[in-house]
């Protein structure tokens, strides 16, 4: 076997025991709830969107305005998605990673500049009657659902809900998008699946080859070599591989990186001490905010 195969079948092992997000609103915030929550300088608003998921007619994301949306009428902003990981659900990154005052905190002390900031729920539900709000799901199920339902639909149903409502700019150069555990694998598939869509790219702990999941869309999950080489033709701006030197998806990393290295793909690198766990997540979304649209 392998080194590559071992890595591959570890992957149920260490998703199923990892910490990947926890919350304690187990059934998802109240819409009301979410855009009453103290923040520091710009607005919050939960925000419903049509479903092309089978069976679910309606999901919900969080956006995140600047202070100057609202005083600045003709001005269009950059946009980041941020998807959470397993057990997490659109409020796991304010909760758990703190992402709103950080980001209010770089912009000002100029060391990020304004954009939109949209949280989505990436896990998979089965019908209305499931969806329950939002809610959160168990690990174990939240790992065996990545299947590409849900990422496969994520540009006409989030992207184009955002862009459709908020003043953006609706271009490459104007999306950036990350995420940590299995969202690092969601986001490492959305934008080598949609190469002219994302300009900035952030994978936080993400399992970076091709992978089990996405039996019910295999033409969302696989073939990734083919999809980075059609991705980096016009390379991202900026595109963070981030890990923790013991965290369980390292060995992967490393072996990502020199994957990517040998065929000439620009990147970024970045280990700290330590394993999957949210000081790392916190510090990686640091980074990448900081990196953006410059």
């Known amino acids: 076997m392998s080194f590559r195969q071992l890595v591959l079948l570890l992957v149920p092992v260490s998703l ?30 939960a925000v419903p969107y049509k479903s092309s998921d089978v069976g679910l007619s309606e999901r919900r994301m969080v956006v995140y305005l600047p202070r100057s949306y609202y005083k600045e009428p ?6 980041m998605y941020l998807l959470h990981g397993a057990r997490g659900n659109e409020y796991t990154w304010i909760e758990r990673g703190d992402a709103l005052r ?9 060391g990020a500049g304004e954009f939109i900031l949209v949280m989505p729920n990436m896990n998979r539900y089965y019908g209305d009657g499931e969806y329950r709000n939002g809610h ?8 065996w659902t990545v299947d590409g339902e849900v990422e496969s639909n994520f540009m006409t149903d989030v992207v184009a809900a955002v862009d459709g409502t908020f003043r953006t700019v609706a271009s490459k150069k104007g999306r950036a998008i990350a995420g940590m555990s299995s969202g690092g694998l969601q986001t490492l598939y959305l934008a080598a699946n949609n190469p002219d869509s994302f300009d900035y790219v952030g994978l936080f702990s993400a399992y970076t080859q091709d992978t089990i999941w996405g039996s019910q869309h295999p033409e969302f999950y696989g073939n990734l070599a083919r999809k980075l080489k059609k991705q980096f033709a016009d390379p991202p701006a900026y595109y963070g591989l981030m890990i923790g030197d013991t965290d369980f998806f390292y060995p992967n990393n490393l072996l990502f990186d020199r994957e990517m290295r040998n065929r000439g793909y620009d990147h970024e690198l970045l280990v700290r001490p330590g394993g999957h766990e949210w000081y790392n997540w916190r510090a990686f979304l640091i980074h990448f905010y900081q990196q953006l649209f410059k």
């Open 102 to 110: 950080t980001l209010d905190s770089l912009v000002r002390a100029g």
């Open 136 to 143: 959160a799901v168990n690990a174990v199920r939240a790992f």
């Open 16 to 45: 199923v025991f990892g910490s990947c997000a926890s919350s304690r609103y187990a059934r998802g915030l109240d819409s009301e709830d979410i855009e009453t929550l103290p923040v520091c300088d710009g607005t919050i608003k």
């Open 74 to 79: 003709e001005r269009r902003y950059p946009v």
